[in-house]
């Protein structure tokens, strides 16, 4: 099964955003969740599609389902070529390629209102996300801070921030907008720059 998370998945202008944390429902109104399923996404090396893996065949016929076939691909995707991947694409089409077909090096993540298993979920409910938000007061006068995701296996696809309560609203729409256009991953706002901030725009 795919990775299952206390969160909501939050439709953000055209982006999908992953919130979670004490304050997340007072981000906004969600698509769904709690809970989420998660799952890693690979691109096709020759076409700009990707795949969501529920099950690993290894050279010598082991089985590896979700989600430890995620770990497994991670660490010895490249040293097994021929290796069989099965997954669906994130239209729901049922995929079964090989692993040199696949560029392990871009990963995306996917989040879905139920667990990824042999079927496809009913719904349409899969969706892309670009950025994750904890909802949590924070220490040190700090507004906006980089963070991991608790998912580690996961973390090196989707930026992550922790976003004080405060911050919500419009600026932090207009917060939240930045890090999606940028991507960066290394933001941060004290309480103070935010003053400022709002000082410019009125």
């Known amino acids: 099964m795919s990775l299952q998370f206390s969160g909501l998945i939050l439709p953000f202008n055209h982006s999908h955003l992953l919130v979670y ?3 997340a429902e007072a981000l906004g109104a969600p698509l769904y969740g709690p809970p989420v399923y ?13 795949v969501l893996p529920i099950e690993v065949i ?10 430890e076939c995620y770990e497994w691909i991670e660490k010895r995707g490249d040293a097994f070529p021929r290796a ?3 997954g669906f694409t994130p239209a729901g089409e049922k995929k079964t390629v ?54 580690g296996l996961l973390a090196r696809a989707l930026p992550c921030y922790r976003l004080a309560p405060g911050v919500f609203g419009a600026l932090g729409a207009a917060i939240i907008s930045q890090l999606l256009i940028t991507g960066r991953r290394d933001w941060k706002l004290t309480f103070d720059e935010l003053d400022e901030m709002r000082t410019e725009d009125g």
């Open 58 to 67: 290894d050279d010598l016929g082991q089985h590896f389902t979700a989600p």
């Open 21 to 23: 944390g004490p304050e």
């Open 98 to 151: 090989f692993m040199k077909e696949m560029d392990l090096a871009e990963m995306r993540v996917y989040a879905s209102a139920a667990s990824l298993e042999t079927d496809w979920p009913v719904g349409g409910s899969v969706v892309r996300l670009d950025l994750a938000i904890e909802a949590v007061a924070q220490p040190d006068g700090y507004a906006l801070t980089p963070t991991n995701l608790p998912l």
């Open 38 to 50: 998660l799952s890693p996404g690979y691109r096709f090396f020759e076409q700009n599609e990707y």
């Open 84 to 86: 069989d991947l099965i």
